[in-house]
């Protein structure tokens, strides 16, 4: 039997505004009170100040001095340094995933690429993009790396971020993202180590480029 401890109260305020972040109500250079976020949430300042330290490991904030915490940018070089360390992590996870999977324990990966195409089907953009998150998460098991898993943990909502810029819940976007999981899945299935990995990277440089180029798109808007 397995314990998993409730999150704590900072690890909470961090997600929340973590979601925040990610889904652009807060944008690149806004300020984060403390007072404020204590006084909405009805916590302890000392509670957001360990939120903020989480946020920043997770490159969603930087703390700066007499200023507090604001949303990082979302520069060009954040994008691809965000990407480059993201597929180096995740090509580690489907190699060792592809090699160790035993009889039966492919069943929950099926299961939901199956409640996948359903989110495809019925336009649910955003339950879609979070079960492509959970797709990796479920893949830790055959791992059993939790330095792998920490680092995984800490980048997923920048490139959380990033990838919810790009697809903006775009219909087309899933799409691909969908053919991209049956092609992923069927490499897994037939132990292919070596095209699963060329499918993620192939798909996490579409990603990347398709953030850079929104990105792009919406500077030049803003001229």
């Known amino acids: 039997m397995s314990f998993k401890a409730p999150d704590s109260l900072s690890e ?7 979601q925040l972040i990610i889904t652009g109500e807060l944008k690149a250079g806004d300020r984060i ?8 949430l009805n916590v302890s300042r000392g509670s957001v100040r360990e939120a903020y330290l989480i946020l920043a490991r ?8 007499r200023k507090g915490a604001v949303v990082s940018e979302m520069t060009p070089k954040h994008v691809r340094d965000v990407y480059e360390m993201n597929i180096l992590l995740i090509g580690q996870l489907c190699r060792r995933a592809t090699e160790a999977w035993k009889d039966d324990e492919l069943e929950p990966f099926l299961e939901l690429l199956q409640l996948m195409e359903g989110y495809v ?6 339950n879609f993009y979070d079960a492509t998150f959970n797709f990796a998460r479920m ?17 997923q909502p ?5 990838y919810y810029f790009a697809i903006n819940l775009n219909q087309a976007e899933i799409d691909k993202s969908m053919v991209f999981f ?3 899945m069927a490499c897994i299935v037939a132990r292919d180590v070596d095209g699963a990995e060329q499918k993620l990277v192939q798909f996490g440089e579409y990603q990347r480029e ?7 798109s919406s500077e030049a808007a803003s001229i």
């Open 182 to 184: 049956r092609e992923l």
């Open 33 to 40: 009170q403390e007072l404020r976020v204590a006084s909405e």
């Open 139 to 155: 893949a830790y098991q055959f791992v059993d790396n939790p330095y792998l898993e920490d680092m995984l943990e800490d980048l």
């Open 121 to 126: 089907a019925n336009a649910q953009v955003m």
């Open 210 to 216: 398709t953030v850079l180029k929104r990105l792009e």
């Open 58 to 65: 997770r490159y969603l904030i930087d703390i700066v001095p």
């Open 12 to 18: 909470q305020i961090a997600q929340h505004l973590g």
């Open 158 to 162: 920048a490139v959380r971020r990033t």
